[in-house]
Every structure is written in C-alpha cells, then in structure tokens.
C-alpha cells in the first residue's frame, strides 16, 4: 500500500515556475514508477511526466517538454515535477500517481497507475 500527498501548488502569473512535490509512504518506494497527471474542468485526467523505478528513464508529454521535469528522490519517499515557464493552458489540479511495484512499461495512461493523491491545484494567470 503506498500513501501519496500532493504540495506545492498554487497561483502564479504566465511565465512563472512552480515545484510540485509528492510524499510517499511505504518501504517500498523506489520499486513503484511515478507520473505526474493533470486534469482541467470539463476534461479527461492528463498524462503530464513519468519517471522509471530501476532506471530513472523519464517521459512526458509533448505540450511540457523543456518546461518540465520529473525527479525523484528515493531515500527521501518524494517524487517532484520543477514546472518552467508556465502558460494558462497549464492550469489544472495536479495529481501523483504509482504504478505497481516493478512495472516494466513507463506507462502514460492514468489506468496503469494504481495509487493515487488527492491533487493540488496550479492556477496561471495571464
């Protein structure tokens, strides 16, 4: 059973950063993958950024790239995701999610994830 709180959220203007940072409870955190997802009013929860258990491999969608990064720190039980550069099309509630222990496919669908926060919510304001 893995535990997820979400913090760091909060408003900012265009252009501005914000670290979200999600902490896990369980001793076995760095066998799980980790994503990052977002979801807006009215719309399907998002694929936003994933980082591998074994290999620390990352993905993210094609709308943050180079704006985003996803990190983890394993003795710390805490995943991150650093937000640059932020645009209004970026506000949303943030979610942190796990997969299951050992997943081998850095998964982009929310489905695969089996463990859930409640959110934080990034507000842009132009």
């Known amino acids: 059973q893995v535990q997820l709180v979400e913090s760091g959220g909060g408003l900012v203007q265009v252009g501005g950063s914000l670290r979200l940072s999600c902490a896990a409870s369980?001793?076995?955190?760095?066998?799980?993958?980790l994503g990052w997802f977002r979801q807006s009013p009215g719309k399907e929860r998002e694929f936003v950024a994933a980082i591998n258990w074994s290999s620390g491999r990352t993905n993210y969608t094609d709308s943050v790239k180079g704006r985003f990064t996803i990190s983890r720190d394993d003795a710390k039980n805490t995943v991150s995701l650093q937000m640059n550069s932020l645009k209004s099309e970026d506000t949303a509630v943030y979610y942190c999610?796990?997969?299951?222990?050992?997943?081998?496919?850095?998964?982009?669908?929310?489905?695969?994830?089996?463990?859930w926060g409640r959110g934080t919510q990034v507000t842009v304001s132009s």
């Open positions: 369980g001793r076995t955190f760095s066998t799980y993958t």
């Open positions: 999610a796990a997969d299951r222990p050992f997943a081998r496919v850095l998964a982009t669908t929310p489905g695969a994830y089996k463990y």
